[in-house]
């Protein structure tokens, strides 16, 4: 047997076992599930149906794959491969949650977990968009965000600044993969947006930055590497809203007065984390096929495609 084909058959032996990355493929506001953009939805376009419309936006990251950081420039970051925003939208009230469900996430790819908002006024450029950060879970207590993720149910939830001012936004929700970010370049982005109207009283409209300018291939957050000993992990992009760095701040009462009345906290927060710290292994040095996923497209309107996407990941030590 050719080494060829020998590999091929070692190929198609991972891809029927491996896990595959994942994709949101519906969300949940305040305890109600709404479908979101689904993959087949590009096929059934291409066969001149007409998908369903959700406010997930279409994307063709078809490969289930990611952008890389030598494409921080350029606008797939901003909500992924060719995406396009989505025509209708699901109301949230500030202060509520929403449920990122993904489809399925592999426990190699560790890495932090963001959600940013960008306003928008009719027709959306997504080229325009200012993102602003409004959560982040990064290195907690020995474990990834994206494994307190898989840990639950594939699924992220986000709550909305209690004082976000109202009106319609983009919510771009993403996982990044550390687990080949110790070399330049080896980071892996997958970016997901959804259209969300906030609701509510609130009078904070943060200025973001444009989504070609989140990220740099040489942030601290961005070239890392997972496995060495990790003392402090410094999540990438802009400064969370709230912090005081991107947003006025309210002036705050130094010494209030006895008969003063406590002021609630509005500080949006992830619950802390009580799993067991996540073990890292496979630095062996090597090369490894770390897995493979694959569309299959055969039950797709008879339109016989198959597309599979290799995850080559090198160790560094
Ligand atoms: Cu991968």
């Known amino acids: 047997m050719s080494s060829v084909a020998s590999k091929l058959l070692v190929l198609s032996a991972f891809a029927a076992t491996a896990?595959?990355?994942g994709t949101v493929s519906g969300f949940t506001v305040d305890g109600t599930y709404h479908g979101g953009f689904l993959l087949d939805y590009y096929y059934m376009k291409q066969n001149g149906q007409t998908p369903p419309e959700t406010a997930g936006w279409y994307a063709e990251n078809l490969d289930n794959g990611f952008i890389s950081p030598d494409s921080y420039g350029a606008?797939?970051?901003i909500c992924h491969k060719n995406a396009e925003a989505a025509s209708s939208s699901v109301k949230v009230a500030a202060g509520g949650t929403i449920d990122f469900h993904w489809t399925a996430w592999p426990e190699s790819h560790v890495g932090p977990v963001i959600t940013y908002v960008a306003p928008y006024d009719g027709?959306?450029?997504?080229?325009?968009?200012?993102?602003?950060?409004?959560?982040a879970g990064g290195y907690d207590n020995g474990e990834w965000a994206a494994i307190k993720l898989i840990g639950n149910n594939n699924t992220w939830t986000t709550t909305v600044p209690s004082d976000l001012a109202p009106g319609n936004y983009v919510f771009r929700h993403e996982i990044i993969a550390l687990h080949s970010a110790g070399n330049e370049n080896g980071a892996q982005n997958y970016p997901q947006c959804i259209n969300l109207e906030v609701t509510g009283s609130g009078t904070q409209t943060p200025d973001g930055v444009v989504g070609t300018e989140l990220y740099t291939p040489t942030d601290a957050g961005i070239l890392f590497n997972v496995y060495s000993t990790i003392t402090d992990y410094e999540i990438p992009g802009p400064a969370l809203f709230g912090s005081g760095d991107t947003t006025p701040t309210q002036p705050t009462p130094t010494a209030p007065s006895s008969s003063s009345t406590p002021e609630p906290t509005t500080v949006d927060e992830s619950p802390a984390s009580s799993s067991?710290?996540?073990?890292?292994?496979?630095?062996?040095?090597?090369?490894e096929i770390e897995e493979s996923s694959t569309v299959n497209t055969d039950l797709l309107m008879?339109?016989?495609f198959s597309k599979e996407w290799i995850c080559v990941t090198g160790f560094g030590s």
């Open 75 to 77: 606008p797939d970051i």
């Open 19 to 21: 896990l595959a990355h």
């Open 302 to 304: 008879g339109k016989k």
């Open 276 to 287: 067991a710290p996540y073990g890292l292994s496979g630095n062996n040095g090597e090369v």
């Open 123 to 135: 027709t959306i450029d997504k080229a325009t968009l200012k993102w602003t950060k409004i959560d």
